[in-house]
């Protein structure tokens, strides 16, 4: 079992920056792929970003440039630095791992880019 903590959510200005982190805690071995998802009120779950154990990125067209997710593997923690953060950025930010191909979720961190 893999349990997610995320951090770091909150309400913002537009064009300011938000820094997400995420904890895998459990008895863990190893995770594969960590990452985030966010879903707006009303749209589906979308992926924003994705990194392999080793260092490999993807992200979502809407936010390259503008976020960055890193990993630190000794900690089993993700983090999304978020910059030039615009309305449309609003969600609920889902922490995800995928650990020997199960899928794990953590419980969503909201974050509000409003003026």
């Known amino acids: 079992q893999v349990q997610l903590v995320e951090s770091g959510g909150g309400l913002v200005q537009p064009g300011e920056s938000l820094r997400l982190s995420c904890a895998a805690s459990?008895?863990?071995?190893?995770?594969?792929?960590m990452g985030w998802y966010r879903q707006a009120p009303g749209k589906q779950r979308d992926l924003v970003a994705l990194?392999?154990?080793?260092?490999?990125?993807n992200y979502a067209d809407s936010v390259k440039g503008r976020f960055t997710i890193s990993r630190d593997n000794a900690k089993n923690t993700v983090y999304l630095q978020m910059n030039s953060l615009k309305p449309e950025d609003t969600a609920v930010y889902y922490c995800?791992?995928?650990?020997?191909?199960?899928?794990?979720w953590g419980k969503g961190t909201l974050v509000t880019v409003s003026s």
């Open positions: 995800y791992a995928d650990y020997y191909g199960m899928d794990y």
């Open positions: 459990g008895r863990i071995f190893s995770i594969n792929a």
């Open positions: 990194i392999s154990s080793g260092g490999s990125t």
